[in-house]
T-cell receptor, first 114, second 112 residues
Framework: ETGVTQTPRHLVMGMTNKKSLKCEQH?????MYWYKQSAKKPLELMFV???????ENNSVPSRFSPECPNSSHLFLHLHTLQPEDSALYLC?????????????FGPGTRLLVL | LAKTTQPISMDSYEGQEVNITCSHN???????ITWYQQFPSQGPRFIIQ???TKVTNEVASLFIPADRKSSTLSLPRVSLSDTAVYYC?????????????FGAGTRLFVKA
């Protein structure tokens, strides 16, 4: 499925680096999400955007900075990360925000912080 | 947001029917029940969603009793490729926005 794409698929970065994760959805959806999935842990919702406006920030540290320039694109800017931030970062989209809305996930970016 | 409880893991053999039950005792009137499947190093994929009684699609069936305090995902004749983690989600948009909480899920292992 290519409805939601994410780049890069893999990323290794040092704690002083700045990098960005990109997500693009081709489904015409209005809501986009960032999730974090650490090893052997449930998915954690990080941010929610609805029509380009951030509606949820689940107490995410400021070293993670989201950006949503339009309904099709979502970025996650990373800076001064910690090794415990190593995880699979998943982007998702849905027609509207809400649990009953089917969320379509991208393949994720596997991040390793050294 | 209703909390869900699922078995941590299940084993099955190819060709068997697998039923995974999810408990959601605090489900609210407006809540739907949604199931997702996740393979290693991939994002979850929607399987099925229901509100009450029974829902069936080409992949699975979802059984929801009248009190809606639980639901059962039924996978007919599983194959090795059905080995994955299955998540049950319950919830709706709240007045303060919504918080999607994926639980630990049920790790299904299908053996030959």
């Amino acid at each position: 499925e290519t409805g939601v794409t994410q780049t890069p698929r893999h990323l290794v970065m040092g704690m002083t680096n700045k990098k960005s994760l990109k997500c693009e959805q081709h489904l015409g959806h209005n809501a986009m999400y960032w999730y974090k999935q650490s090893a052997k842990k449930p998915l954690e919702l990080m941010f929610v955007y609805n029509f380009k406006e951030q509606t949820e920030n689940n107490s995410v540290p400021s070293r993670f900075s989201p950006e949503c320039p339009n309904s099709s694109h979502l970025f996650l800017h990373l800076h001064t990360l910690q090794p415990e931030d190593s995880a699979l970062y998943l982007c998702a989209s849905s027609q509207l925000p809400g649990h009953q809305e089917t969320q379509y996930f991208g393949p994720g970016t596997r991040l390793l912080v050294l | 947001l209703a909390k869900t409880t699922q078995p941590i893991s299940m084993d099955s053999y190819e060709g068997q029917e697998v039923n995974i039950t999810c408990s959601h005792n605090n489900i609210a009137t407006n809540d739907y029940i949604t199931w997702y499947q996740q393979f290693p190093s991939q994002g979850p994929r929607f399987i099925i969603q229901g509100y009450k009684t029974k829902v069936t699609n080409e992949v699975a069936s979802l059984f929801i009793p009248a009190d809606r305090k639980s639901s059962t995902l039924s996978l007919p004749r599983v194959s090795l490729s059905d080995t994955a983690v299955y998540y049950c989600l319950v919830g709706d948009i709240g007045t303060g926005g919504f918080k999607t909480i994926f639980g630990a899920g049920t790790r299904l292992f299908v053996k030959a």
